[in-house]
């Protein structure tokens, strides 16, 4: 089944960040997750089914708890698209030090 929404919608927004960045660290049920936000729970169950229809996080059922992790390959989609931007990124940053080394090697 292909996605409804965009991953990069789906990141876009703060609150989802936060919920991708808690869940990463170990699955986490919709109550936990929501004690973390000053907000209705229905608000935090939104950006769950948004992250969900992404792909970017997945429900797994223990007993009467439903627990939500992240889905490391979606994530590993992103870091794929970033890659080359990562690259310009550290090549320009590598020609900056030289600039600023050389400029102060003539000051010496």
């Known amino acids: 089944m292909e996605s409804r929404r965009d991953i990069f919608q789906a990141i876009a927004d703060p609150t989802r960040r936060a919920i991708i960045a808690l869940i990463a660290i170990q699955a986490m049920t919709p109550g936990a997750i929501a004690d973390h936000f000053e907000t209705t729970r229905q608000a935090v169950s939104k950006h769950l089914r948004i992250l969900t229809e992404c792909n970017l996080i997945s429900q797994n059922q223990d007993g ?44 010496k």
């Open 64 to 107: 009467r708890e439903i627990y939500y992790q992240l889905e490391i390959n979606k994530m590993k989609e992103i870091d794929q698209w970033l890659d080359p931007f990562r690259r310009i990124w550290e090549t320009r940053f590598n020609q900056l030090d030289n600039v600023l080394s050389n400029m102060k090697n003539k000051k």
